[in-house]
C-alpha cells in the first residue's frame, strides 16, 4: 500500500517568507509525528498528534512553528518569518494506535521529508 | 528518556556479520528498545524492536543484555544495501516520541 508521503520534495524560500509542509500519513494511522533534521544530525522531534489534537508539542522551536491536523489525516507544518536557520529535512512519520495512542511497540513509519532551503 | 551511547562509524565487508552496539544505561524497566536505520536521502525504517528478550525478523536480530543497560543489533550477512546510519532509540512510556542520537554510521565494503 501507500506509504507516508510529502510535498514538496523541496522548498526554497527566501528569509522571512512563510511556508507550508504537508504529510500524507499512511490511511488509518492515528498517530503522527513531525521530526526536523540537519546536516550530520539524526531527526529532532517537533510534535505528535493524535488524531486531531496535538498531544506532545514540546520539540517545536519557538512560536514561529504551528502544526495542524484538522480532519485527523493529512497535517501541515507551518513557519512564518523564516530564517536560514530552520533550513533543514522536515520528516513526517505516521503509526498506528488505540485511541489512548500508541503502544511502545508501535512502528513509526517515516515519509521521504521536504528539504527546506531558506536563503 | 535514555540517553544513548553509539559509535560514530563501523566497516563490514560484504556477506559478513555485523554486529551494532548501544549503549543505554539509563534506560528504565519499562522502556522498549527500538532500532531504525536510515539510508541516503531517505526517511528512517524500522528495523527491530526489544523489551527483555532476544528478537529476531526478516532483517536482523537483537540481542539485549541481561541488564538491559545495552544492546547489540546483528547484521547476519552484510550487504551494500545495509549501508545506513544505525539508530538505537529507547522509547518511553508516557511519551512516545524518538529521542534519536547521532547513530552508527554503517559502510559496507564489496
Known amino acids: 500500500g501507500a506509504g507516508v508521503s510529502q510535498t514538496p520534495s523541496n522548498k526554497v524560500t527566501e528569509k522571512g517568507k512563510y511556508v507550508e509542509l504537508r504529510c500524507d500519513p499512511i490511511s488509518g494511522h492515528t498517530a503522527l509525528y513531525w521530526y526536523r533534521q540537519s546536516l550530520g544530525q539524526g531527526p529532532e522531534f517537533l510534535i505528535y498528534?493524535?488524531?486531531?489534537?496535538?498531544?506532545?508539542d514540546s520539540g517545536l522551536p519557538n512560536d514561529r512553528f504551528f502544526a495542524v491536523r484538522p480532519e485527523g489525516s493529512v497535517s501541515t507544518l507551518k513557519i512564518q518569518r523564516t530564517e536560514r536557520g530552520d533550513s533543514a529535512v522536515y520528516l513526517c512519520?505516521?503509526?498506528?494506535?488505540?485511541?489512548?495512542?500508541?503502544?511502545?511497540?508501535?512502528?513509526?513509519?517515516f515519509g521521504p521529508g521536504t528539504r527546506l532551503t531558506v536563503l | 528518556d535514555a540517553k544513548t551511547t553509539q559509535p560514530n562509524s563501523m566497516e563490514s565487508n560484504e556477506e559478513e556479520p555485523v554486529h551494532l552496539p548501544c549503549n543505554h544505561s539509563t534506560i528504565s524497566g519499562t522502556d522498549y528498545i527500538h532500532w531504525y536505520r536510515q539510508l541516503p536521502s531517505q526517511g528512517p525504517e524500522y528495523v527491530i524492536h526489544?523489551?527483555?528478550s532476544n528478537v529476531n525478523n526478516r532483517m536482523a536480530s537483537l540481542a539485549i543484555a541481561e541488564d538491559r543497560k545495552s544492546s547489540t543489533l546483528i547484521l547476519h550477512r552484510a550487504t551494500l544495501r545495509d549501508a545506513a546510519v544505525y539508530y538505537c532509540?529507547?522509547?518511553?512510556?508516557?511519551?512516545?516520541?524518538?529521542?534519536f542520537g547521532t547513530g552508527t554510521r554503517l559502510k559496507v565494503l564489496a
Open positions: 532509540i529507547p522509547l518511553s512510556s508516557g511519551t512516545y516520541k524518538y529521542i
Open positions: 512519520a505516521s503509526s498506528p494506535s488505540l485511541a489512548g495512542g500508541p503502544r511502545l511497540w508501535d512502528e513509526q513509519f
Open positions: 498528534f493524535q488524531g486531531t489534537g496535538a498531544a506532545d
Open positions: 526489544g523489551l527483555t
